[in-house]
């Protein structure tokens, strides 16, 4: 019997059977010369696409849209949402929905192409992105999951000899991206601002049978559906905090309803330790900056209420009081689980107030000091390896001993602070400047730095010898630093 399952795509498309008005459809325009960037032959194999491995020519053809798969019926869908705080029409611009194939669990996932070509929802923009961008995606969604947190993934990148055009001219890329599904905050907010009654109530149905099968048959879908949102998004941005990732531009039509992180655009990971820490460069009051992120998060759920409304209760004010209850339960719920989050950061298990007070004293003192996120936490796992960093224990002696104490006594003593820590300090996270050097090099044709990286944040919790130098933060370099949106 043969390896390989399926010799070709298995796709079985569902978001095409909900009314029209939430999609149309759109075939990718082709892209001249494209080749085979990056192709992540472990996810391949995850999605049942084993066939492709090593045959560059068709990888590079089908995930360009330059040849639609058999079985693929391509559409773009139509969302709205709240950029910034306001309300806009938005729907795929650049963005093209091969179609949805079951994974090797039997779990359902969409394969999009990013970048490729104008849809009915383009506005002004060229449907098109750039080689850089588009790497940079690729690897820091592919860290993310390392890391353990719920994301898109990247199963390619395929590069044109097309140029785009943005500030300056750049290489052009199409890439795969890979998603429980596309559904959004802001396909809710399309259904009530411009469907019917029906459209809602069909998305809603669409969304649970995909998502959250289990709250099908409650008395009210709908308040569950709204729950589990929070509950998941909560969830979602603590991960966040956990690793110091900014995401950077948390419009609604950026936050999923499967509840991972997309829309890799003006993201980045904090180095030197600051609340307020943005890169954003169109984010200037420091809206989506790291500590918001909860409070942002909380803030879109409510957009989703919002939208759900009808679907809640016939009678509007019975329906708000309802959705605000569900809504007032992120506050505790949000504060238990951060203490929970950060103290096993440094290995301490009881969220007491004693606890939280030695953890606010650390925060306090990193802030002040400007300690390396990452490094701090880990230099408690490990503080031999980390011989060029300043050691807590050395610079804030006090402290130290206090935290030490508080890991001896507490049941599970040192073991389970270890055991603890390990798991939610990673040692190794794509650091900005080492994303734009793998970025510099693989634009100019070498790959090789854009792998090493990759191989690196792979394993993010081990610590490995040889990549090292990625772990040192140039003096300064976060000063200047900015990311971009629709580049
Ligand atoms: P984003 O900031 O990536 O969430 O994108 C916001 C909206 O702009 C979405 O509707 C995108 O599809 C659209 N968009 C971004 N870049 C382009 C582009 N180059 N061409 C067309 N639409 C775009
Ligand atoms: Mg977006």
Sequence with gaps: ??????????????????????????????????????????????????????????????????????????????????????????????????????????????????GAGQTPYSRRGDGRATLRSMLREYIISEAMHHLGIPTSRSLAVISTADPVYRQHVHSGAVLTRVMSSHIRVGTFEYARQFGSGEDLKALAAYTIERHYPSIANAENPAIELLRAILEKQTDLVLEWLRVGFIHGVMNTDNVGLACETYDYGPCAFMNAYHPKTVFSSIDTNGRYAFENQPFIAHWNVSVLAGALLPLIDDQQEKAIAIAQEVLN???????????????????????????????????????????????????????????????????????????????????????????????????????????EYALDMAESGNYQPFYELLNATSKPYEFNLLYRPLMRVPPQHDQQYVTYCGT
């Design 329 to 435: 339960e992120f506050e505790p719920r949000f504060i238990d689980k951060y203490f929970e989050m950060m103290l096993g950061k440094i290995g301490l298990s009881g969220v007491s107030v004693a606890n939280k007070e030695i953890l606010s004293s650390l925060l306090q003192w990193m802030e002040k000091n400007e300690m390396d996120y990452t490094d701090t936490f880990y230099s408690l796992v490990n503080d031999s390896i980390l011989e060029d960093s300043p050691s807590i224990k050395i610079a804030n002696p006090d402290w130290y001993q206090r935290w030490e104490s508080a890991c001896e006594n507490q049941a599970g003593g040192r073991t389970l602070a270890h055991e603890l820590m390990k798991k939610s300090n990673p040692v190794f996270i794509p650091r900005n400047h080492a994303v």
């Design 1 to 114: 019997m043969s390896i390989e399952k399926n010799k070709s795509w298995q796709f079985d498309n569902t978001y095409i059977k909900l009314p029209f008005s939430f999609y149309k459809k759109q075939l990718p325009t082709p892209i001249s010369a494209p080749q085979v960037a990056v192709f992540n032959e472990s996810l391949a194999k995850e999605l049942g696409l084993a066939f492709l491995i090593g045959d560059n020519k068709r990888i590079a053809e089908e995930l360009s849209g330059n040849l639609i798969p058999n079985g693929s019926d391509p559409i773009a869908q139509a969302y709205a949402g709240h950029q910034f705080g306001h309300f806009t029409m938005l729907g795929d611009g650049r963005a093209i929905l091969l179609g949805e194939v079951l994974n090797s669990n039997g779990k359902r996932v969409d394969i999009q192409l990013k």
